[in-house]
């Protein structure tokens, strides 16, 4: 029997791909919201600088995922993902 955490963790180095095929990047770490018992995203590391500005890690909302196969696949994703500075720098320390 496959528990809930196991399933979980199987996401992890899974690449993610856009509604249109492209990479974004890989998943590093999963956001869980204990509190809830639910999963409130991904985050993504070696992105796709086409995509992310320079490249940054970032977290995208678990409902934001459409397929969980070899692959994970979105329903949605903005065409390009701009960076504030400061969500950049507080973020540095996030993985």
């Known amino acids: 029997m496959i528990t809930m955490l196991e399933e979980i ?20 770490n999963i956001d869980l919201d ?5 999963v409130d995203g991904i ?7 086409r995509i992310i500005e320079n490249a940054q890690n970032i977290c995208v909302p678990y409902r934001w995922i459409q397929d969980v196969g070899d692959v994970i696949v979105l329903r949605y994703f903005p065409d390009r993902v701009s960076i504030k500075e400061t969500y950049a720098e507080e973020a540095e320390g996030f993985y």
Do not use: A, M, Q
């Open 9 to 28: 963790t199987n996401l992890i180095s899974r690449l993610v791909y856009s509604p249109k095929g492209f990479l974004i990047g890989e998943v590093k």
């Open 34 to 38: 204990i509190d809830n018992c639910r």
């Open 43 to 49: 985050c993504l590391v070696d992105t796709n600088e």
